[in-house]
């Protein structure tokens, strides 16, 4: 019998391209973990996040609420649920992540991006990821809700825990981290709503509290969701770039020469390495797709990553080509459920390599093989020791 096709074997973690490429040969199959069923070509992909109505995300938040837990407020986030209800809290939600909103943050974000990259630089070799990839999304979150800057560290914490959450059964020490990371947001969440409705500004909260038809409860659990939403996607995107530049030190001195090539560079890195690698469906009803039948509760894997490799989309798929024709909006998913933070993440980032690039000629790996995050949802670096070389 032929081995199953296991999305969490070491060597598809390391490389999951060429499992990618089996499976985009076709016919939509199941494989591990848990025998889903994997979508991986693009046209595939675009139709399952398109048909809410037999590919749902409600009932997703299960794994958020493991029977260890009694309460979990992501479990029921905006991005779990199908309209109306989902119509209904985007409508609410969207203004806080719209352009003029970004444009009052983005002063601060620069600054925030300055000072990281000159402390980072000012280390001839660093972990990228811990040094710039992972503080500057916390902090850019730390400033979207209007904490005390120097709760940062408080926030990195909690949106770690959370993410750990749907992970294996945990020791009971870190079932007890989780529970107590849980309540300290739950309360420091409490008081910032509260004072922003004393209060209204101009930041998130106040925005989100203007909006009066949104319960106590909805509130809370879309503060919350947005910590791991927010922040490993984010990470990720940074260390990528700074790995695949490593690997194309090409591209990096056509970049530093015209910063204005930044946001194709981000464009290219989120195609070539997208750090967001698979979004998860419910089938509601038997369903056909790509000549399968796929079965009622069903869980289906849609391959974000496998699709933003299609040859059938994208002219030598396996190369890394900024500036290529065909644009990619599948890294932020598609649909009702596209990113809601998918502006400021760009923004993130084009302020972060920029902050970076005017301080650096190149940078190479100290370190050939790459640790990578072991789930198949997002992909990066765990970690990126890189040797920088500064601009004299
Ligand atoms: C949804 C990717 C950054 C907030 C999504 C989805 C993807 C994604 C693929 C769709 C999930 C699905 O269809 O099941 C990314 C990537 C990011 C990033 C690659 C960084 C490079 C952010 C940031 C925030 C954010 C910075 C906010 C601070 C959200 C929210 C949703 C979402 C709230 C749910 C939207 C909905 O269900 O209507 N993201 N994201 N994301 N993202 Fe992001």
């Not at 979508?39 to 995300?57: E, G, H, I, P, Q």
């Not at 020791?171 to 004393?198: K, W, Y």
Request: proline share 8%; net charge neutral; aromatic share 6%.
């Amino acid at each position: 019998m032929r081995p199953p096709l296991n999305l969490m074997a070491p060597d598809v973690r390391a490389n999951p391209y060429p499992l990618y490429a089996q499976l985009r040969r076709g016919p939509v199959c199941q494989v591990e973990p848990g025998g889903m069923w994997a979508v991986s070509r693009y046209d595939d992909v675009v139709a399952v996040l398109k048909d809410t109505r037999r590919f749902s995300s409600v009932g997703l938040g299960r794994g958020f609420l493991p029977p260890w837990l009694a309460r979990n407020p992501v479990a029921s986030s905006l991005v779990m649920k199908d309209p109306p209800e989902h119509t209904r809290l985007r409508g609410l939600v969207s203004k806080a992540f719209s352009g003029p909103a970004l444009q009052r943050l983005e002063a601060q974000v620069r600054t925030l991006a300055e000072e990281l990259a000159e402390a980072t630089v000012q280390q001839r070799e660093v972990d990228f990821t811990a040094a710039f990839a992972l503080p500057l999304p916390v902090r850019v979150l730390n400033l979207l809700f209007g904490l005390d800057p120097e709760r940062w560290p408080d926030m990195r914490r909690w949106a770690e825990d959370l993410l750990s959450i749907p992970a294996s059964q945990p020791t009971p020490e870190r079932m007890e981290d989780i529970r107590r990371s849980i309540q300290e947001m739950e309360e420091c969440f409490q008081v910032l709503i509260a004072t922003r409705r004393a209060r209204p500004g101009e930041d998130l909260v106040s925005e989100l509290v203007r909006a009066e038809s949104m319960t106590e409860d909805e509130l809370m659990s879309f503060l919350f969701s947005l910590l791991p939403a927010g922040f490993e996607t984010t990470a990720h995107l940074l260390s990528n770039t700074l790995l695949v530049l490593a690997q194309h030190p090409d591209e990096l001195e056509r970049v530093r020469e015209d910063p204005r090539r930044i946001p194709l560079l981000i464009e290219e890195v989120l195609r070539y390495e997208p750090p967001a690698q698979s979004s998860l469906r419910l089938v509601t009803e038997d369903t056909d797709l790509g000549g399968v039948r796929i079965p009622r509760g069903a869980l289906v894997a849609v391959l974000l990553g496998a699709a933003l490799r299609d040859e059938q989309r994208f002219t030598e798929a396996d190369r890394f080509h900024p500036g290529r024709e065909a644009q990619a909006h599948l890294p932020f998913g598609h649909g009702i459920h596209f990113c809601l933070g998918a502006m400021l993440a760009r923004m993130e980032a084009r302020l972060g390599l920029e902050a970076l690039f005017r301080r650096i000629r190149g940078v190479s790996l100290t370190r050939q093989e790459v640790q990578w995050s072991q789930s198949y949802i997002a992909r990066g670096p765990l970690s990126l020791p890189l040797r920088w070389e500064p601009r004299v």
